[in-house]
DNA sequence: GCGATCAGGT
DNA sequence: CACACCTGATCGC
């Protein structure tokens, strides 16, 4: 939870996503997102006094956040005050002090950061430099250097600062699978569950928070359906959302919550009922969205967990991974970094320490650190990335993207043409346009043009960028000045390099807990119900959550995601589980398990590190291996390293 | 009576 | 595995 008190040292005059206390005097606000925790203050009267007593204070948000903010009836007042800016369109602003009539011009852009619908990320350029605010963000590995905006020309701009969402800014925070890894794991579950007849239904047991509706389009999608929510309106400008969801509740995919007594609704009952309208029990999972994470020693990332006889955890993160955000910062090397939310058991000095390590100031001793981890992972799989799911592209230099000495000085490397990110001639006119409104002055559109273009990189020098973007947006889909939900989406499509980098140390293997070898950490699969059940295959899969594109399972498919699902108990409470769904099952354990073995007898059983081996030494091949074991059976002498235990 | 804050729950 | 949110108790104005 956001613990950022609203302002910045750079620009102090200005509030976001804190409108309390101090806040209450600034000369403009930003909202990043409609999130509880970033809108203290935002409905109260105090500030509320201001607004009609102000001629220039203004709200500046995208569309999709004005539009949810203003979709609750408490923050009505607002309306004439919020000025929406496009995603990506650099906008003047003038901070005026009403009393003296002091002023002074910053350039705000927004930048897609995939946390919930609208949420977004303020760069600003102004007198005291480049200054990026992160709000709640999610970005995959490689992500920032296709954001155009970071750039000047081919270059990263020079950011002084990054107020950072540093929620999972901590080493237990690993990894987290990507979104679509996750989708994917969610997708499977419930469509072996909800092809089995109508009366199979999923409960997507989701929080009362904006954030998961892409995962509702995805499944509506997929699945070619609606999903069953309690509330459209705030929606009702967004077409893309809204044509996946419906109050229509005969649907086979609920994320409806019930308004009172959540406990009672809990496990397989369904908070708009438990039977189909003919009269028919309704056979229902729930499926609760939660973050998991894992250590970077771990291998494996269980999208899906069974946590009862019909209920499971799915994997769900609205924020970037400790190796996400590493690969975020190493790339944008601030010279400072602040720590906007303090993760669970740690200390504001502690994070802040460890945000050092990743300042420009500290580069070299920060690669130093962490070098080492990431050449050993990127040199283990050769293989080009395997895109994956739908929504993905494969861009094949995402492994790159992974260690920080690939990080150029300060010169980024290009971002191609196609994967700039959009910025019409007409996105920043209007948006230009808003600016004028709220203070009288220069209604020019051109606010950059007359900048100094000196001191290269340092501020403001919008220009360059936006010439680069113009080549750029043609390629992308059109972006109209309607309000869009796409803001979110921006920051999905972002994501395209998934599978590969932020995983690239897993293999893809289907084991239980207990078939493990030694060099795993337990606690990060003891999944609740796995070890006390028996396979009795009524409903048991497992395999991986990425079946689309990867036709055999090999070692380096760099996959790690892994679905496990364990055998629907007894059933009784759900009336019984007849089925038999056993899709691709226990032959597929098998080989992977073997890999896993021999995988991680070949790095001793250490780590999942990828330790570079010996320098003669190789991985044994199949027909080397079984000459090995003839020799051994022969009772030949063969060398065996200490610690190798001969392959079982 | 209202808002802010905290504890406790999901 | 924690997120974002809700409710209810308490306190101050």
Not at 109 to 115: E, F, I, Q, R, V
Not at 153 to 179: A, C, E, H, M, W
Not at 221 to 226: K, V
Not at 408 to 429: G, Y
């Amino acid at each position: 939870m956001s613990s950022f008190a609203g302002r910045m040292k750079e620009y102090p005059t200005l509030s976001l996503d804190r409108f309390d206390r101090e806040n209450l005097h600034a000369r403009a606000y930003f909202l990043s997102h409609c999130h509880k925790d970033h809108m203290k203050g935002l409905k109260g009267p105090l500030l509320k006094r201001k607004l009609q007593f102000s001629r220039t204070v203004r709200l500046y948000c995208s569309f999709v956040t004005k539009e949810l903010l203003l979709s609750n009836p408490k923050y009505a007042f607002w309306e004439e005050y919020i000025v929406p800016l496009e995603l990506e369109s650099p906008t003047q602003i003038s901070l005026v002090d009403e009393a003296s009539g002091e002023k002074e011009d910053v350039v705000v852009t927004l930048l897609p950061a995939g946390h919930c619908p609208g949420s977004v990320m303020f760069l600003f350029e102004g007198s005291q430099g480049n200054v990026l605010y992160t709000g709640d963000f999610r970005l995959a590995v490689g992500d920032a250097s296709r954001i155009e905006h970071l750039h000047s020309g081919n270059r990263v701009k020079d950011i002084q600062s990054v107020y950072l969402d540093s929620t999972f800014y901590d080493p237990r925070f690993y990894q987290i699978p990507t979104r679509e890894v996750c989708l994917n794991g969610i997708s499977v579950l419930i469509g072996n569950w909800i092809s089995q007849s109508p009366y199979h239904v999923v409960w997507l047991n989701c929080k009362a928070a904006y954030g998961y509706e892409y995962l509702f389009t995805n499944l509506g999608e997929e699945f070619n359906t609606r999903i069953h929510v309690n509330h459209l309106a705030m929606f009702k400008k967004m077409p893309e959302i809204l044509s996946y969801v419906t109050t229509d509740r005969r649907m086979q995919i609920h994320a409806c919550r019930h308004p009172k007594d959540e406990e009672f609704f809990q496990g397989n009952r369904l908070p708009c009922g438990c039977t189909a309208p003919d009269g028919t029990p309704l056979r229902i999972i729930s499926i609760k969205p939660s973050t998991m994470w894992f250590g970077e020693r771990t291998k494996k990332t269980n999208v899906i967990i069974k946590t009862g006889a019909s209920s499971f955890r799915a994997c769900f993160s609205f924020h970037s991974s400790y190796s996400e955000l590493k690969d975020f910062l190493s790339y944008l090397r601030p010279v400072n970094i602040y720590p906007s939310v303090i993760p669970l058991g740690r200390t504001l000095t502690e994070v802040t320490q460890m945000l050092k390590l990743m300042c420009r100031n500290q580069s070299d001793q920060a690669a130093f650190i962490y070098k080492p981890l990431g050449v050993l992972k990127r040199n283990r799989v050769q293989r080009p990335t395997q895109g994956d799911t739908k929504h993905t592209n494969t861009h094949t230099d995402n492994r790159d993207r992974c260690s920080p000495q690939h990080v150029p000085e300060r010169t980024a490397p290009p971002v191609s043409v196609e994967e700039s990110l959009p910025l019409t001639v007409t996105d920043t006119q209007s948006a230009t346009h808003n600016y004028v409104d709220c203070t009288e002055s220069n209604g020019e559109e051109e606010d950059d043009d007359d900048e100094e273009g000196e001191e290269h990189d340092r501020k403001g020098d919008t220009k360059p960028t936006k010439k680069v973007i113009k080549e750029g947006e043609r390629k992308r889909k059109e972006t109209s000045n309607a309000p869009k939900w796409e803001d979110f989406f921006n920051g999905e499509m972002l994501s395209d390099s998934q599978n590969s980098q932020s995983q690239s140390c897993c293999s893809n293997t289907t084991t239980s807990p207990s078939r493990m070898t030694g060099s795993q950490t337990p606690e990060l699969f003891s999944d609740q119900e796995e070890e006390t059940h028996e396979h009795n295959d009524n409903f048991s899969l497992s395999l991986s959550a990425s079946l689309s594109n990867h036709s055999s399972q090999n070692m380096d498919s760099c996959l790690p995601d892994t679905l496990i699902l364990q055998p629907e108990q007894g059933g009784r409470e759900q009336g019984d589980v007849s089925t038999n769904t056993k899709t691709e099952s226990d032959d597929l354990i098998l080989p992977s398990e073997l890999e896993e073995l021999s995988t991680s007898q070949a790095s001793q059983a250490s780590s999942d590190f990828d330790i570079a081996c010996t320098p003669e030494s190789k991985v044994p091949r199949p027909d080397e291996l079984s000459q090995l074991y003839r020799k051994l059976a022969s009772g030949e002498e063969v060398v065996i390293r200490k610690g190798s235990q001969g392959f079982a």
